[in-house]
C-alpha cells in the first residue's frame, strides 16, 4: 500500500495544453508539498498545505495552480504548458507543518514537446 | 535564509569502502538536518534525520550522520557500501517555522565493483 502515491508517472504533452497531476497520501499527514526536480536534480519547493490550507507559495508562475480537496489529497495543474515546464515532480507530505522530514512519492516525469 | 552546500557532485568508491559524503548548511537557528537518497527513477528516501540530542544519528541501511555546530556540517558516513547504495544523495536543512526543506544540489554516488 503505498504511502504517498502520483499519479500520473509519466506525461507527455504538447505545449500550450493543460494537465494535471494528482497526489494522495494514507499516512495520515497534515502537511503536503510539491516539489520541482529540474534536470540536473535540483530540487525546488513550489507549493505546501496544511490541512488544506495553502501555507507556501513560491515564486512559481501563475500557470501553477494547487488544489487540496482534503489533507489526504494535493493536485497540480498546469495551464498553457511551456518547454521549460519539462522536469520531475514530486509529491511529498510530513506530519505536520513542522516539517520533521518528508515522505515523497515516486514523482512525475513532464515532458513538454 | 537557509542554505544547504554539498561540495562533491560526484564521488566513486569501490564496493566495501567506506563513504563519507559531505554536507555544510547555513541557518539561522539550530538547525534541523536530513539526508535523503534516491535511486534512479524513483522518488527520495529518507535515511537520517537529526533535530537535537546526541550529534551522532543513525539511519536506515547502515548509514549514520554526525552534526558539527562548529563547523556547520552534517557528513554521512557508512562503513561498507554496496553496489545497491548506488544512487544521489540529497542533503537537505529544515525550517520549522515556515515549514520546508531547503536541499543541497546532490551528490552522486558510483560504486565499483
Known amino acids: 500500500d503505498t504511502a504517498v502515491s502520483q499519479t500520473p508517472k509519466y506525461l507527455v504533452t504538447q505545449m500550450g495544453n493543460d494537465k494535471s497531476i494528482k497526489c494522495e497520501q494514507n499516512l495520515g499527514h497534515d502537511t503536503m508539498y510539491w516539489y520541482k526536480q529540474d534536470s540536473k536534480k535540483f530540487l525546488k519547493i513550489m507549493f505546501s498545505?496544511?490541512?488544506?490550507?495553502?501555507?507556501i507559495n513560491e515564486t512559481v508562475p501563475n500557470r501553477f495552480s494547487p488544489k487540496s480537496p482534503d489533507k489526504a489529497h494535493l493536485n497540480l495543474h498546469i495551464n498553457s504548458l511551456e518547454l521549460g515546464d519539462s522536469a520531475v515532480y514530486f509529491c511529498a507530505s510530513s506530519q505536520n507543518r513542522g516539517d520533521y522530514g518528508y515522505t515523497f512519492g515516486s514523482g512525475t516525469r513532464l515532458t513538454v514537446v | 535564509a537557509q542554505s544547504v552546500t554539498q561540495p562533491d557532485i560526484h564521488i566513486t568508491v569501490s564496493e566495501g569502502a567506506s563513504l563519507e559524503l559531505r554536507c555544510n548548511y547555513s541557518y539561522g537557528a539550530t538547525p534541523y538536518l536530513f539526508w535523503y537518497v534516491q535511486s534512479p527513477g524513483q522518488g527520495l528516501q529518507l535515511l537520517l534525520k537529526y533535530f537535537s540530542g546526541d550529534t551522532l544519528v543513525q539511519g536506515i541501511k547502515g548509514f549514520e550522520a554526525e552534526f558539527k555546530r562548529s563547523q556547520s556540517s552534517f557528513n554521512l558516513r557508512k562503513p561498507s557500501v554496496h553496489w545497491s547504495d548506488a544512487a544521489e544523495y540529497f542533503c537537505?536543512?529544515?525550517?520549522?517555522?515556515?515549514?520546508?526543506?531547503?536541499f543541497g544540489d546532490g551528490t552522486t554516488l558510483t560504486v565499483k565493483p
Open positions: 498545505y496544511n490541512n488544506k490550507e495553502l501555507i
Open positions: 537537505a536543512v529544515g525550517n520549522t517555522n515556515a515549514g520546508k526543506s531547503t
